[in-house]
């Protein structure tokens, strides 16, 4: 199986897949996506939420409506694969064994690990369609339990001795914009042990601080729980 010792290069088909890598160049792709056309439907919701470019370049947002546009460009010069997009929870079969892109119509916001690797994505409509969100797969290197959004960016551009654990991506983001850095959130509504033992290897306390909602107060209730 695979262990971390061999977390970097793991072989598929017979051929070197580094992950981190795959996952970086896609990441990229999406990002580019989204800044070339600033009147596309992704840029027009994200200056709807008041995120604007600057961040947007900050945390990588992009979109993956052209991935296989993508495929087709990287097949030979990075030896690129539906079977390793799939492997990275880009792409899923259906039950006809066609490739779908996963992430279609959403937009993507890339997750880093305590490193600043990226790891895996988020993806959100821009509607009200459910699930509103979504995330990569549960894998060797992704488990939304044990990841926090923002965590690597707290730890690089904040000195403070707490941090903040807020609903989501766009509480992130917002908050970057006002100068306040020392902000995570959890990948959906709950936050795990793993999460607490993560910020309290770095932090001597944390602030959670959820919407006034019912969906708020439950989430806040299930942390202590």
Excluded: M, W
Aim: aromatic share 20%.
């Amino acid at each position: 199986g695979v262990t971390y010792s061999n977390y970097f290069s793991l072989n598929i088909n017979s051929k070197n897949f580094d992950i981190y890598n795959l996952l970086l160049l896609c990441s990229d792709f999406f990002g580019k996506c989204l800044i070339l056309d600033l009147k596309n439907k992704y840029i027009e919701y994200l200056f709807k939420r008041n995120i604007n470019i600057e961040s947007i370049k900050k945390f990588s947002i992009g979109h993956s409506d052209s991935i296989y546009f993508f495929i087709n460009e990287n097949y030979k010069s990075n030896n690129l694969t539906y079977s390793k997009l799939e492997y990275i929870g880009i792409l899923y079969k259906n039950k006809y064994g066609i490739y779908i892109n996963k992430f279609s119509n959403r937009l993507i916001f890339p997750i880093k690990n305590l490193y600043g690797k990226i790891i895996g994505f988020g993806g959100r409509v821009l509607n009200n369609d459910l699930p509103k969100y979504i995330n990569s797969y549960e894998s060797v290197f992704f488990s939304k339990k044990k990841e926090l959004y923002g965590f690597f960016e707290c730890r690089s551009y904040s000195n403070d001795s707490y941090v903040i654990i807020v609903e989501g991506y766009f509480d992130v983001i917002l908050l970057h914009q006002n100068d306040i850095k020392n902000v995570v959130s959890p990948l959906g509504t709950s936050i795990s042990n793993y999460h607490f033992v993560l910020v309290y290897r770095y932090y001597n306390r944390l602030v959670l601080c959820f919407d006034g909602d019912k969906a708020g107060k439950d989430a806040c209730f299930r942390s202590f729980n």
